[in-house]
Every structure is written in structure tokens, then in C-alpha cells.
């Protein structure tokens, strides 16, 4: 099964990380990531841009067409800035896992399971077009990250 880890911060984590040693960071980061790639658990993982960063924007789906805003969208610990996906064999890896995230105070890691396949194509008919084509889309998306 799979697992989305989200990497939250409040306001005050944000202010401190300005204080922090980006290095000591990206060496804490490196490390967990390096044990979880060696477990092979982990899937994919990225940091992201600071929200308020002007490349980055909101689609409001509220209206029609959608409103596009660059304002950030909600409360600061409402917004995530970086995220891993996991596979693992239960829950209780998964929060293992999450445990060992190098993360300081004030900062929140919400674990969220990922839909599998199955649990998607019991909620459809059987014959749905696009359960099907997702199946062959994730086979090619393998076979592509196979090759690299």
C-alpha cells in the first residue's frame, strides 16, 4: 500500500527555519531519504517552493471559469511544503517511517493511505474506461522509471 507523507510548518517553524543551517537541513533530509531509498520504500518525494513565490497560483473552482490567484491558499499550517510517497507493507510502517522524519518543532507530518487500484475500481463498473486505461498508464509510467 501506499502512503503520502505532508510535510506541514506553522508560521513560527517557518521564522525559525531562516535561523537554521541550511546545510544541517539538507544533510538531515538527505540522510532520511537515503534510508528510506534504501529500504526500498520509498516512491517519490519532493520539496516544494515557498507558497507565496510569484511562479506559483490557486485555481478557484468556485467560479467559471476558475479564478486563478497567487495568493496562498489558506492559513500557513494549512499549506504543505514538501511531501514523500511510500510504499509499505502496513500502517504501522508507514508511522514507523513517519516517526524517523527529521522534523523540528512546530512543524507537522500528516500521513495520508493513497486509493489502490481496486478499492477505486470497486466504486465504478467494471467495464469504466479510465480504471482501465489508469492500469496501463501506471504499467508505462514503471517501465519508464525503469529504464532511468
Known amino acids: 500500500m501506499k502512503y503520502m507523507l505532508i510535510m506541514r510548518a506553522t508560521d513560527a517553524a517557518l521564522a525559525a527555519s531562516q535561523e537554521v543551517d ?3 537541513v539538507v544533510n ?3 540522510a532520511f531519504n ?3 531509498h ?3 520504500v520509498l516512491t517519490a518525494g519532493e520539496g516544494l517552493t515557498d507558497a507565496a513565490a510569484p511562479e ?3 485555481l478557484d473552482f468556485d467560479q467559471d471559469p476558475p479564478a486563478v490567484s497567487t495568493a496562498p491558499y489558506g492559513p500557513t499550517e494549512a499549506l504543505f511544503n514538501g511531501f514523500w510517497i511510500l510504499t509499505v507493507a502496513s500502517r504501522d510502517e508507514a508511522l514507523q517511517w513517519a516517526s524517523r522524519c ?3 518543532k512546530g512543524m507537522k507530518l500528516e500521513v495520508r493511505r493513497i486509493h489502490g487500484d481496486e478499492e477505486i475500481a470497486s ?3 467494471e467495464d469504466n474506461e479510465y480504471v482501465a486505461k489508469e ?3 501506471r504499467a508505462e509510467q514503471a517501465q519508464r522509471d525503469e529504464a532511468r
Open 34 to 36: 537515503e534510508a528510506l
Open 123 to 125: 466504486l465504478v463498473s
Open 38 to 40: 534504501d529500504a526500498g
Open 102 to 104: 527529521p522534523l523540528g
Open 28 to 30: 538531515a533530509m538527505g
Open 56 to 58: 506559483n497560483f490557486v
Open 22 to 24: 541550511f546545510e544541517e
Open 135 to 137: 492500469k496501463v498508464w
